[in-house]
């Protein structure tokens, strides 16, 4: 059975796509057989894929509009990309069938307010009351160093959620992105601070 991480939050512009094609970048750079799913009707990350260099390591791409379907069998992760105001009956069957939530939050007042309800129907999910589904917090566009970056951690702790990491804001996402690329294909001293940043994630992730 494949290892399964849905990427959610109910607003747009979160950096849902951003954190999703780089964590597919993470594991295909390790010989692993990923699939990127995504459910978004304006398939981002699938459009972010066909432009991905054939000499880049395979990433498999998966369009699930209509529903959740088995990935191959030889699939080993899949990353599935969601769609802004995901909830209710498809919120709650996503989580059921994934192992890790990660949601990406930005630290503005706007973003935070609009997480609320989120927050409080995604804990409520049976899979999460019970841990067989874990959920994880990446700040997006953010030093951690900073006061908004306090006022966030002040936010989530109401949650009891973790902060798993901060990426911070730099033009090496956006570069790569548009060459159908990610972090994890750049050269490893260029993007060294980066890198670093992500090991927290990559580690809540593998366990």
Known sequence: ????????????GSGKSTLST???????????KVMLGDIDKQQSSLSWLAQRPPAAPAIQGW???????????????????????????????????????????????FDMW??????DALLAE??????????GVVGMRVDPRTRSARELENFLSRYQVPVLGWIRDTQFYVQAAGAGLTLFDLPPARVRRDIEAWRPILSWLDN
């Open 1 to 12: 059975m494949a290892y399964s991480i849905l990427v959610a939050n109910p607003k747009g």
């Open 114 to 119: 609009a997480s609320s309800e989120f927050f």
């Open 22 to 32: 780089n964590i597919a970048g993470f594991y295909a750079s390790q010989s692993t």
């Open 126 to 135: 049976k899979a999460v009351r019970k841990e067989k589904t874990f959920v």
């Open 63 to 109: 369009q699930m509009i209509e529903g959740l379907a088995k990935p191959p069998k030889d699939t080993q992760v899949v990353i599935l990309d969601s769609p802004a105001g995901l909830d209710g009956k498809r919120l709650r069957a996503l989580v059921k069938k994934v192992d890790r939530v990660i949601v990406p939050i930005q630290p503005s007042p």
